[in-house]
Nanobody, 123 residues
Framework: QVQLVESGGGLAQAGGSLRLSCSAS????????MGWFRQAPGKWREFVAA????????TYADSVKGRFTISRDHAKNTVWLQMNSLNLEDTAVYYC????????????????WGKGTLVTVSS
């Protein structure tokens, strides 16, 4: 079992930046691909980014490519999502997730979810 706790959400202005953190505890963090999903008000939850077990492979949704960066640190059991050039459409609850294969996370669904952190972007 893996427990995931997100932090770092809040209010940001359009064009600004935020960094989300996801702290993992429980079974071996190193053995899981990690990712971020988000759910905007009135919309389905959608994939944002994923990173494989050793951090060498990352994948992003087209809507965030070039603006968001996912990274991980095994020693800290933490995954981050650096979000730059935020726009109003980035407003959502962001969820950390853990699964088996990074490039399948958005299709197969994660095994573990955090409870989410709210990001609100204002104009």
């Amino acid at each position: 079992q893996v427990q995931l706790v997100e932090s770092g959400g809040g209010l940001a202005q359009a064009g600004g930046s935020l960094r989300l953190s996801c702290s993992a505890s429980g079974r071996s963090f190193n053995s899981y691909a990690m990712g971020w999903f988000r759910q905007a008000p009135g919309k389905w939850r959608e994939f944002v980014a994923a990173i494989n077990q050793n951090g060498a492979f990352t994948t992003y949704a087209d809507s965030v490519k070039g603006r968001f960066t996912i990274s991980r640190d095994h020693a800290k059991n933490t995954v981050w999502l650096q979000m730059n050039s935020l726009n109003l459409e980035d407003t959502a609850v962001y969820y950390c997730a853990g699964g088996r294969v990074a490039d399948r996370l958005q299709f197969d669904g994660p095994d573990y979810w955090g409870k989410g952190t709210l990001v609100t972007v204002s104009s």
